[in-house]
């Protein structure tokens, strides 16, 4: 039986190392930065926790070590009303790992060790065969193997379980895989790696839509930074403006809009609207340190949007 409105997240969880700089340093120099942290991280966790934040109904397919990183990840993740029952622990290896350096102007350079993540295998997703036929939609990104991406997407086309993907870090897709893909959120590099079209414009953006469109993937939202999302249905788009706020560091801004907008169309709200929803969640994250710790909670996403009057 399908649940309705259910969201299952497939994807990666790291902990961040995170170090604030004045300005990244050149190859063999040395620099002094301030503010060090550990949070936790991975574009599959920071979208798994947006979702559960904003109020959605959220089950998380991913791997931890058997670790004490990977102990207190499942533990935090159950705090954000996550059910962490599809998450494994893999004897043997380490819990993901992220280093991060955030340069003055709030930009970030990341190096990734992939530890646990990499073994979520299409073996560990046949298993959760089940509870993605069951879901209304599934989210995934590409820090996890792209073969058990492809897996999960084809067990939800099967199962008419919407298929979002997020497809960052940026890489190029197999027409196959991007065949399955209901809705998809690249960035303006993502988008040009996946199309060969370079998004520098509105136009652009509709190009590269158009392309995507043409690979079989009904919805498109290119995400532009500061200038919002090029929002496409079906090769009908607009540019969907975000909300002008101070940015203090952009870690996870693209995760918190995935996971916000997957809640707001979950809730059957329209596309618009749905953006607007997420664009609002993302408003709050860049204005906070840190991956998940800077992913509002549902009151502060409506009380964001209530002052925008």
Known sequence: MKTAGKLVVLGSINADHILNLESFPTPGETVTGNHYQVAFGGKGANQAVAAGRSGADIAFIACTGDDDTGARVRKQLTSDNIDVAPVSVVAGESTGVALIFVNGEGENVIGIHAGANAALSTERVAEQQTLIANASALLMQLESPVESVLAAARIAQQNQTTVALNPAPARQLSDELLAL??????????????????????????????????????????????????????????????????????????????????????????????????????????????AQPSVPWRNEIDDFLAQQG
């Open 181 to 290: 893909v209901d809705i998809i959120t690249p960035n303006e590099t993502e988008a040009e790696k996946l199309t060969g079209i370079a998004v520098s414009s509105d136009e652009d953006a509709a190009r590269a839509a158009r392309v995507l469109h043409e690979k079989g993937i009904r919805t498109v939202i290119i995400t532009l930074g500061s200038r919002g999302v090029w929002a496409s249905v079906n090769g009908e788009g607009k540019r969907v403006p975000g909300f002008k706020v101070k940015a203090i560091d952009t870690i996870a801004a693209g995760d918190t809009f995935n996971g916000a907008l997957m809640t707001a169309l979950l809730e059957e709200k329209p596309l618009d609207e749905a953006i607007r929803f997420a664009h609002a969640a993302a408003a709050i994250a860049v204005t906070r340190k840190g």
